[in-house]
């Protein structure tokens, strides 16, 4: 059944404390578990319901005494006391098994250590326990293992002490101070190494900083520690946070579900988070560790400071934290170039999702499995949203409003109502349109016609928004956003602009249907440009010819809007929407070999610019999803930009060499994004790849190997096969190198994949229990690989449904990942349709979790 929103209840039973203990064994762990429990006086009394899932219940005591079998329900979902009087302490002893944990919920095993995963609901996996983020009991935490496989033991909090025990076993005591939620408790045991250092908070508290993992990697772990510093430096500067605990851990897991885990005081990441270094790690994987690690440390206050009273409210924790981590990289980096990165992935994968059949808004008004609801659009839009108060407020303001939302909440369970109370609070301002955002799903359009009228000098914007349906919501309001926009004369200056409206000069704020701005004493039609640093997350639609693109991507100030200029004249061109296709051709192919002999524009500018809008960027521009000929157009574009520009490319490839062969600063990890690029075109050109062969030969970094080994397989060079067999046998036994090799494999544009994917399934590289391994199969095919996946007799369709039921029993939530593959199957067109259709009906009755099952229900739905 669904769970609402509106059903909300606080907990009927409270519990202030846990005491968790346990003898940690890779077959069978046994947990006891003591909570105190107190009714709350302020809610109606209800019996004691505790949540518990695959747990064998040995013991249970209230008050040191054993309970009768009669007075206790036991029930697949968990157990049920009905008549508890008043406050007791509940003792449950139970066995769990980890090493047949498949689904890395609860306690698992991975490479013979032991870690935990729960959130959302794992921890019902390891004890009986109200299991709901508005419990947020203080812990005391005990382990007990083998010494020798197990030397370290690691759970939330700050370490306590611990000894020997007989029979070469030892213990570890952990106390966490801090109100918490169980989604956030965590354990971890195994052989581990660790990088460390110490730093002192702004408060003066002295912090042990480590970051775990098995022994051969921890020289890998030296980069993610010192991201772990500079995040800790960022959130005291930026937000005035600082850390709570003596310790703060980070453990590398190869077998992960998701990203990473923000447990209290003892993170748990996905190695592909942590480990890297020259040998094996690309710029964009340094960069990537960078944000996550920020990411998980950010949610230490956002998110468990301060944590989620349902998890309806999950986007008040992941949205902020997002819109953190992205202030984060954007501080320590290029602005410019993190804002165009993330809106290329809230427009291919955001927007997607809020146009297809997994359409939901950022706080959905129910969920059947609350695990399918970790998406773009919470993430992704939730940070949006952030972005565009923080863009409303102006900097200080929305500092003072997180000040107050932080100060109001701290070891609370908290809700959008609050954040927003806290804003409007210190904003002095009405945010109750805003808060539309959070329920209406769906990208808005904004629809924007201008006027200019000489004789008068008047020169007129009429504005219009409206959202599509969405499934569930077939009418939408209008939204309370800002509309920031500027207008430039001839000859690419500013003009100075006074509109009517609630914003500064530059800004309005959009709260109707329609609205008009009127600019008055204008000489001659402005350009106008709208939208500066994508503040809402809009489609903007207004009919810009090739010619202005092309100024406004000269003359906006906004780099942003450079860029995206671009993007409307490569999408326009692309999709063959200019009545002058020719003239707009010219014109984007003049731009970008303008930009490319330009030695003043930061060549990762550059990068950004050469890179066209891809595969399903495009699928969101149009009504209906021609794959022939969206995959065609582009092929077609980028061989003519290669042919034309074939010298700059050259010249600008040897040019950046030096720069290049630097190391991790933005400047040599920009020159290295552009001269890989240089080099994606150039080996377009030539079926000898002499360039690219050449630098995968030479290659220093991975970068600059894995980018040559790109090409050669894309360009199906003849030296690709050797190239390959080079690369896997220089990184074999190297798991996360493995992933990229075979997501090579997975992506190459060409119908050819899809054997070649079989391949791997069938070769000792599959293994399905392994998270990264599936991903790095199914999910590149799928989700990468527009070429092959939507084959037109539909067999690439039928290639990964095959696997699901499969990985369905294994691992629910990384099937039902792969399964939202097929989410905007109903927009295409031609028989494509009629083949996911076939394959979704196949699936029907072959799923054992309510993942997969609610996923398939949604997307025929
Ligand atoms: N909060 C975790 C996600 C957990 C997902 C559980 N299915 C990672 C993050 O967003 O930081
Ligand atoms: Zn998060």
């Given at each position: 059944g669904s769970i609402h929103l509106s059903d909300y209840r606080p907990p009927a039973w409270r519990i202030p404390r846990v005491e968790i203990e346990f003898d940690l064994d890779a077959d069978a762990t046994e947990v006891t578990t003591r909570l105190r429990l107190e009714p709350d006086p302020a809610q109606p009394p209800a019996p004691l319901e505790l949540d518990g899932e695959d747990l064998e219940l040995l013991a249970i005591r209230v008050d040191g005494v054993e309970l009768p079998p009669e007075s206790y329900v036991l029930g697949e979902r968990g157990l049920r006391i009905p008549d508890l009087d008043g406050a007791c302490t509940l003792e449950t002893r139970v066995r769990i098994r980890p090493s047949a944990n498949t689904r890395l919920e609860g306690l698992y095993a991975s490479r013979g250590a032991l870690f935990t995963q729960c959130e959302a609901e794992g921890f019902r996996r390891i004890a009986f326990m109200l299991d709901r983020p508005d419990v947020m009991p203080v812990w005391d935490i005990v382990l007990r293992a083998d010494r020798a496989r197990y030397p370290v033991l690691l759970a939330n909090g700050n370490p306590v002490g611990g000894g020997e025990l007989p029979d070469g076993r030892h213990l570890a005591r952990w106390h966490n101070p801090h109100a918490t939620p169980p989604y956030l408790f965590a354990v971890v045991a195994g052989d581990f190494g660790c990088v460390q250092s110490e730093i002192v908070a702004a408060d003066g508290r002295n912090v042990r900083l480590a970051v775990w993992a098995a022994h051969a990697d921890v020289p890998r772990c030296r980069y993610a520690l010192g991201a772990v510093e500079r995040a800790l430096r960022w959130d005291e500067r930026r937000f005035g946070r600082v850390y709570d605990l003596d310790v703060f851990n980070v453990v590398a897991a190869q077998d992960f579900t998701m990203g990473a885990m923000e447990n209290k005081g003892l993170n748990i990441f996905n190695a592909r988070y942590v480990l890297a270094d020259e040998e094996t790690a690309t710029d964009a994987d340094y960069l990537g560790i960078e944000s996550v690690i920020g990411h998980e440390y950010f949610h230490n206050w956002s998110g468990n400071r301060v944590t989620l009273r349902d998890w309806f409210q999950l986007s008040l924790k992941e949205g902020l934290t997002v819109f953190r981590d992205q202030e984060f990289t954007a501080d320590l980096h290029s602005r410019a170039v993190k804002r165009i990165e993330d809106v290329r992935l809230l427009r291919a994968r955001q927007f997607a999702e809020d146009a297809g059949s997994l359409a939901h808004p950022v706080r959905p008004p129910s969920y059947r499995e609350i695990n399918n609801f970790y998406t773009l659009t919470i993430y992704e839009k939730g940070a949006e949203i952030v972005r565009m108060l923080y863009t409303l407020l102006g900097e200080a303001t929305f500092r003072a409003g997180m000040d107050l939302y932080f100060a109001r909440n701290d070891g609370r369970a908290a809700t959008v109502e609050d954040f927003l109370a806290a804003h409007a609070e210190a904003s002095g301002r009405d945010l109750s349109q805003f808060a539309r955002w959070y329920a209406q799903a769906g990208t808005p359009e904004i629809r924007i016609r201008d006027d200019y009228d000489a004789a008068t000098g008047t020169y007129t914007l009429e504005i219009a928004q409206r959202t599509p349906p969405t499934p569930g919501q077939p009418d939408k309001h209008p939204l309370h956003m800002p509309l920031r926009f500027a207008l430039y004369d001839e000859a690419g200056r500013r003009l100075r602009t006074a509109p009517r409206g609630a914003g500064g000069a530059d800004q309005v704020e959009l709260v109707a249907t329609r609205h008009r701005l009127r600019f008055h004493g204008l000489s001659a039609r402005p350009l106008p440009a709208f939208n500066q640093g994508f503040a809402a997350p809009v489609k903007l639609d207004f009919p810009y010819s090739p010619a202005q693109l092309g100024r406004l991507a000269r003359c906006e100030r906004d780099p942003f809007n450079r860029w995206d200029a671009l993007q409307r004249l490569a999408t326009g061109v692309l999709l063959e929407r200019f009545e002058a296709h020719v003239e707009a051709q010219d014109g984007l192919s003049a731009a970008l070999g303008a930009l490319l002999d330009d030695p003043a524009q930061d060549p990762a500018f550059v990068a950004e610019c050469l890179v066209l809008p891809d595969f399903d960027t495009l699928a969101e521009s149009v009504q209906a999803i021609d794959v022939d000929s969206l995959l065609a157009a582009r092929e077609t574009l980028l061989d003519q930009l290669a042919f034309e520009h074939a010298e700059r490319l050259r010249a600008r490839y040897h040019a950046l060499a030096d720069a290049a062969?630097?190391?991790?600063d933005g400047a040599a990890m920009g020159a290295r994004r552009l001269r890989n690029l240089c080099l994606a075109l150039l080996t377009r050109l030539d079926r000898e790849a002499a360039l690219a062969q050449a630098q995968f030969e030479g290659a220093r970094s991975m970068t600059d190997r894995l980018g040559a080994l790109r090409c050669l397989v894309e360009a199906d060079a003849q030296g690709r096969h050797a190239a390959m067999e080079a690369f896997a046998a220089r990184h074999a036994g190297d798991d996360l190198v493995t992933d990229k090799w075979i997501a090579l494999v997975a992506m190459r544009p060409d119908a050819g994949a899809q054997a070649e994917v079989r391949a791997l399934l069938g070769s000792s590289h599959w293994t399905p229990t392994n998270p990264n391994r599936v991903r790095a199969v199914l999910g590149s095919f799928a989700r990468a690989n527009p070429t092959a996946f939507h084959a037109a007799d539909g067999s690439g369709y039928a290639l990964l449904a095959e696997q699901l039921p499969g990985l369905d029993a294994i691992n629910p939530q990384v099937a039902a990942r792969l399964l939202g593959a097929f989410e905007s199957w109903r927009r295409l067109a031609g028989p494509r349709r009629e083949r996911v259709r076939e394959t979704l009906d196949g699936l029907q009755g072959r799923f054992a979790s309510s993942d997969c099952r609610d996923l398939l229900a949604r997307l025929l739905g």
């Open positions: 062969a630097g190391g991790l």
